[in-house]
């Protein structure tokens, strides 16, 4: 075959979210010398604008599916949902940031590139049907992540999240390039769907393959930050800005979890009884420690951080399920998840005040009765985290528990549930400080929400009650594209 | 969309509504909430009087998809046991708004409308007939309730709030776990297909697994209920809920538990609860002495009526796991029984709460001379309590004993200690409120009944007596209904000399 450097249209089309996302990316940091003081909100609406084209790229370049690239992408349904979901988040995460940014006086142009370019790795992640190409986009996506936790540099804070975040995200990166090198040693292969085939074939070593397997569970277990390798997120989580944290916990996560899920149902699909147990102690580790580690913290970032590795817990679950149906609720756990918690962060960054001053749970006393509007919608993002019914929390997890049953996962599912009680205890302690304690210093000197939290607030409500009552259309996309090429 | 659905409707509506209510009308909210909540409880006597008794099954059924896969439907309907635990709901509702009207006077416009939301989740519960409709349905009720406890509660109201929270919660996850296990055999959440599918043998459950999910269920029902040991957060949650939650919790909420007991544990898994029937009906036989003791030596009058509660809902169990028409007939008579004379008894202590300001017993006496319509009304709902002829808890009471007899004669003879044990608990509280020397503060702030107070209290006090004297109003769909759950359990014959209690031996009648 002659060789072709001019990429086709399909091949443009199905990369177009990247293109355009690294586009405006570019743009904005030359722009950045000429409107930087004068117009710093200008590069927020630029980048949201970006995120909704990107998403109109995702929708077009779903209704071509297939490979792209001499197969190094896939772009399938499975890839389109994680890209639109990913691209939401980071519209989200651009309304939490312009309120969080002026009050700290922080430069907003490199802020907004970053995303930009942080959220084109995850949309690369997510449509890569090639191990090389998942590592590039995971580096795109974690490089611009450490230099966010760190973007507030004359910040100690900031400083000590960004250094954490970067050592030991690197030394997990390397163990996923060691799987990576091992697999390719077995089976000559990193095309994913060619791995699959290749260990369909009988000569093969099968410990090479089970250690591959296993490294890579220690990267990608690193970035969904599933026990036993959840050390790192709570001291980053709470050190970095808070917008930052929040997108740190639903992005890249969710971008993880989408190639981690691809791989594994793809590539050792055949040997998951191998790697299912793996999967079933750190969904347990994971839940059990995120929820008992919440109950005694009293900074809201570092209970959010432990609140994170739970729901990370919960996903595995459904993950261990090793099932079409599993895979289809860890997406849609996904999208819920992202939703309520964007959204309880969006109160988050409301109350924490210049220099994130007011982090205590106590800081939060009497916003029932002063900002009512406010503590409402956290209820709901509260009552959605706890579980319970008409919100999309409790949907993912249903569908979640449903798929380990299916699985015969009942001991799993059981321990699951009661530690969904426990976690119970932590959430309702915001509904009692909001609700039942008198309005403390913070709650009565509140300024009223600015409009891009309020947008930050109001669409994940409306987005985690549409879940809620009507799931249907979400989950359906979701199964039907749950299926992986194989 | 027939009456039931309207029913259903018209709190969730309400809520909403009253949410968009601004702030400062708080005289509109009330107003509003209280046309609501009647609404709602004239039409649900539309269901009473077109409900065919003869007829056996659902009646005012609406069964259409919610979500299609997995297939959940919005499936409701009522029988006759479920007609009147709805109609209970809705008639409490209005009571409750009507005695919080000037005793709330803090975030009224919330307190009103979750009022309405509990309304919604309780109608919810006892209409729904798709198991994950009754969950959410479940759920639902969780949230206002535990608001309630926790913003208009007394001192220690967090700490019972979230106790209570807690340990429903973690019992309604178990009762989830179990329904989707089913969900995965039967391939349907609607109840009566599953029931069809594990009565016709097209599933058949182990006996490991029939225990377990049996267990799993009667759990979450048996910590709503509260079935003894584990009726800990009821005591709590009574004392410090405000008393329109006491009288919602006590009326309605604990027949949450019974009633989930009756209408799916027991047809559902008719061996493990045959099997599982004798420790039950001894920790029901526990709970109705345990709480009359336990009652007996409380200073404080709430916490009495919780204690008592816990007494009188061991006889509901006690009724149902006797597996005999009489018995199931007593329990879900004494479950309404128990939602009026214990829902008066809460609401007096409310009104005297009120005037007074205090729920120590101590702290009243003689309030006979200063506020004598108030103390006739409490001796009626007294007598009632205690299980007086002519009044309703002694028909309850008496058929539960008398169920109980037909299965095992043992039991009925310690379940009858705790009617007697009533009676010297009741009998002695009133003594000591009403008699006696009046101080100075009593007959400064007793001042007797006021017009909004009667139209809270007549109600019950004129079902106390008609349900005295003709319960065949209420007795003949709910024995039509029994029936069915009895055959549906395969539990036509009582069960025999099952179990030996300490010292009484075994006595088959």
């Known amino acids: 075959m002659p060789a072709n450097f001019m990429p086709s249209a399909d091949d443009l089309l199905r990369f177009s979210p990247e293109l355009i996302l690294t586009i405006a990316g570019t743009l904005l940091m030359v722009l950045d010398p000429f409107f930087g003081k004068r117009a710093p909100r200008l590069f927020g609406h630029i980048s949201i604008l970006a995120f909704l084209a990107g998403i109109l790229g995702a929708l077009g370049a779903q209704s071509g599916t297939g490979f792209s690239f001499s197969n190094l992408l896939i772009v399938d349904g499975y890839a389109t949902f994680f890209r639109i979901l990913v691209l939401s988040i980071g519209i ?5 940031s312009y309120k969080y940014l002026d009050r700290e006086l922080a430069e907003t142009g490199e802020y907004h590139a970053l995303l930009l370019f942080c959220v084109a ?56 390039l060691y799987g990576i090198a091992v697999i390719y040693g077995v089976t000559g292969s990193t095309k994913l769907d060619e791995i699959r085939t290749a260990l369909s074939q009988p000569g093969f070593s099968m410990a090479a393959v089970v250690i591959a397997a296993a490294l890579m569970i220690v990267g990608l277990g690193f970035k969904v930050s599933g026990a036993p390798f959840q050390m790192w997120a709570p001291d980053v989580y709470q050190g970095a800005p808070a917008p930052v944290s929040v997108f740190m916990a639903t992005g890249p996560k969710a971008a993880a979890f989408a190639v981690f899920l691809r791989i594994f149902m793809t ?48 996903i595995l679950v459904a993950f261990a399920a090793k099932s079409d149906g599993g895979a289809a609720a860890v997406m849609f756990y996904l999208a819920a998840y992202a939703l309520m918690n964007i959204g309880a962060f969006a109160v988050i960054i409301h109350i924490c005040g210049k220099g994130e001053k007011n982090l205590r749970m106590e800081d939060l006393a009497g916003l029932g009765r002063t900002q009512p509007f406010t503590a409402a919608l956290l209820t709901v993002f509260l009552l959605s985290l706890i579980g319970v019914p008409l919100t ?3 949907f993912g997890k249903f569908y979640i528990f449903r798929a380990a049953l299916q699985s015969n996962l009942v001991w799993l599912t059981v321990l699951g549930l009661l530690n969904s009680a426990v976690a119970a205890y932590y959430y309702l302690r915001f509904m009692v400080v909001m609700y039942m304690h008198e309005p403390g210093e913070v709650a009565n000197t ?13 669409l994940p409500a409306i987005g985690t009650f549409f879940l809620g009552i009507l799931p249907g259309a979400v989950l359906n996309f979701a199964r039907a594209s749950a299926v992986f090429t194989r | 969309m027939n009456l039931l659905d309207i029913v259903i409707a018209i709190p969730a509506i309400g809520f909403i509504l009253a949410l968009l209510i601004p702030r400062a009308q708080e005289q509109a909210v009330r107003m509003f909430t209280l046309v609501c909540s009647l609404a709602a409880f004239v039409l649900s006597l539309g269901l009473a009087i077109g409900y065919q008794t003869g007829q056996t099954g659902q009646q005012f059924v609406t069964n259409v998809v919610w979500i299609a896969n997995p297939e959940i439907h919005y499936h409701v309907g009522v029988d006759g046991i479920s007609l009147w635990l709805i109609i209970l709901s809705t ?42 409709l009754f969950y959410v349905f479940w759920e639902i009720v969780l949230v206002p309730m535990y608001l309630l406890i926790g913003i208009w509660g007394h001192d220690r109201r967090i700490y019972a709030a979230v106790k209570f929270f807690i340990f429903t919660f973690a019992g309604s996850v178990l009762m989830l776990a179990a329904i989707i296990y089913l969900y995965n055999l039967a391939g349907t959440f609607d109840y009566a297909l599953i029931l069809d599918q594990i009565r016709s043998g097209h599933i058949t459950l182990s006996h490991t697994q029939e225990t377990f999910l049996f267990l799993a269920f009667f759990i979450a029902f048996a910590i709503k209920v509260p079935l003894f040991p584990l009726h800990t957060w009821l005591p709590d949650a009574h004392v410090e809920a405000p008393t329109a939650g006491s009288v919602m919790l006590a009326s309605v909420m604990l027949k949450m538990g019974t009633y989930g007991l009756l209408r799916f544990c027991v047809p559902m898994f008719p061996g493990a609860a045959r099997e ?42 006690l009724g149902i796991f006797s597996f005999t028409q009489l018995g199931l007939d007593g329990a879900v008579y004494q479950m309404l029984n128990h939602g009026i004379s214990t829902g008066a008894l809460f609401l007096l202590v409310g009104f005297m709460y009120d005037r007074r300001h205090s729920l120590a017993i101590s702290d009243y006496g003689g309030v006979a001379t200063v506020a004598p319509w108030l103390s006739t009304v409490f001796l009626i709902t007294t007598l009632a ?42 009998l002695w509280l009133y003594q000591r409120v009403f008699y006696g020397e009046t101080s100075e503060e009593v007959r400064h702030h007793m001042p007797d009944l006021n017009v909004r107070d009667w139209c809270c209290i007549v109600p019950l006090i004129a079902l106390m007596v008609w349900m005295g004297m003709y319960p065949n109003t209420f007795l003949l769909s709910v024995t039509a209904t029994d029936a069915t759950v009895l055959e549906q359990s395969n539990m036509t014959t009582p069960l025999r000399g099952a179990v030996s209690l300490p010292g009484g031996g075994t006595h088959a009648r």
Request: with cysteine; charged share 10%; proline share 2%.
């Open chain 1, 92 to 96: 989200l995460a651009v309304l939490l």
């Open chain 1, 121 to 176: 790795g995850q949309c690369l992640m997510v449509a890569s049907n090639d191990l090389i190409m998942i590592f590039i986009g995971l580096e795109i996506s974690s490089i611009a992540t450490y230099i966010l936790a760190g973007y507030l540099r004359n910040d100690k804070r900031n400083n000590e999240s960004a250094l954490k975040y970067f050592l030991l995200g690197s030394f997990a990166t390397a163990f996923l």
């Open chain 1, 446 to 458: 509140l300024e009223p929400l600015s409009l891009g939290l309020r947008a930050a607030l109001v």
């Open chain 1, 267 to 314: 590539s050792f699909q055949q040997i998951s009884s191998d790697w299912e147990p793996l999967i079933w102690i750190s969904a347990l580790l994971s839940m059990t420690i995120g929820n008992f580690a919440a109950l005694t913290q009293n900074n809201l970032k570092r209970l959010m951080a432990y609140s994170a590795i739970a729901h990370a817990g919960y």
């Open chain 2, 385 to 426: 309590s205690i299980g007086l002829p002519t009044l309703n808890n002694f028909i309850g009471e008496f058929l539960v004993l008398q169920g109980a007899a037909q299965a095992n004669f043992t039991w009925s003879v310690f379940a009858a200690l705790g009617v007697i044990f009533s009676a010297c608990y009741m």
């Open chain 2, 91 to 132: 008639l409490l509702t209005p009571i409750a708004i009507l005695l919080s009207w000037r005793s709330i006077h803090q975030q009224s416009k919330e307190f009103f409308a979750l009022l309405l939301l509990l309304e919604f989740g309780l109608v919810g519960v006892f209409a729904a007939w798709d198991l994950f």
């Open chain 1, 392 to 394: 999309g929390g409790f």
């Open chain 2, 276 to 317: 599982n029937a004798p420790w039950i009906v001894i920790l029901a036989i526990i709970g109705i002495i345990y709480g009359a003791l336990v009652a007996m030596v409380q200073p404080n009058m709430k916490k009495l009526v919780a204690y008592s509660s816990v007494s009188h809902l061991g006889f509901v169990v």
